[in-house]
């Protein structure tokens, strides 16, 4: 099974901070990956697709880049709104796997 | 609109037995890859199983720890998933999403989610 190691597990960040959180798979998918954004209560939002495709909606602020084993996803000026917990997902072999998540925390 | 709509979670004993279902509305479902995930109490996200479209003949792939004991099928007149499980144990205890799956060039991503439907093992 692919592996994927999210780092860090809990950040808190201001309002307006460039946020970076990492995305590192067990070994190498191509692009199949994705990453979505859970708010406590609520289903996951499909953020990303594709390593760096924007989903339809989702406020340019957001974006992701990597490819192999290591992504990135970034949000150039962190909102109050943007608080929940994300989750990078690989869809290059069965099972999908999804990584352990990181909790992002509005200062 | 899309919409995916679970039913059927509860209150079951371990050894038990559950049919969960996912009602589909606002797109044409028979063209959809279709997902069940499921959330552990305060734990993150561990993917279920896939029935692929009619084009690919409803085949199905299934996670390890649930493989031989749950089975997905669909009816693609009705617009329905379902999830049948069986011998159920305390760590199948979650909430279950039903997920549709989109195909873009380069795989099938989850674009939509249900509301989700807690599924509690417990003597």
């Known amino acids: 099974d692919i592996q994927l190691t999210q780092s860090p597990s809990f950040l808190s960040a201001s309002v307006g901070d460039r946020v970076t959180i990492t995305c590192r798979a067990s070994?190498?998918?191509?692009?199949?990956l994705a990453w979505f954004q859970q708010k406590p209560g609520k289903a996951p939002k499909l953020l990303i697709y594709t390593a760096s495709t924007l989903q339809s909606g989702v406020p340019s602020r957001f974006s992701g880049s990597g490819s192999g084993t290591e992504f990135t996803l970034t949000i150039s000026s962190l909102q109050t709104e943007d608080f929940g917990t994300y989750y990078c997902?690989?869809?290059?072999?069965?099972?999908?796997?999804f990584g352990g998540g990181t909790k992002v925390e509005i200062k | 609109e899309v919409q995916l709509v679970e039913s059927g979670g509860g209150l079951v004993q371990p050894g038990g037995s559950l049919r969960l279902s996912c009602g589909a509305s606002?797109?044409?479902?028979?063209?959809?890859?279709m997902d069940w995930v499921r959330q552990a109490p305060g734990k993150g996200l561990e993917w279920v199983g896939r029935?692929?479209?009619?084009?690919?003949?409803?085949?199905?792939e299934y996670a390890a720890s649930v493989k031989g004991r749950f089975t997905i099928s669909r009816d693609d007149s009705k617009n329905s998933l379902c999830l049948q499980m069986n011998s159920l144990k305390t760590e199948d205890t979650a909430v279950y999403y039903c997920?549709?799956?989109?195909?873009?060039?380069?795989?099938?991503?989850?674009?939509?989610w249900g509301q989700g439907t807690l599924v509690t093992v417990s003597s």
């Open positions: 070994q190498g998918i191509s692009s199949y």
């Open positions: 997902q690989q869809l290059k072999s069965y099972p999908l796997t």
């Open positions: 606002g797109f044409t479902f028979s063209d959809h890859y």
């Open positions: 029935s692929r479209s009619k084009a690919k003949s409803f085949t199905t």
């Open positions: 997920v549709r799956a989109k195909e873009v060039v380069g795989g099938y991503y989850f674009d939509y």
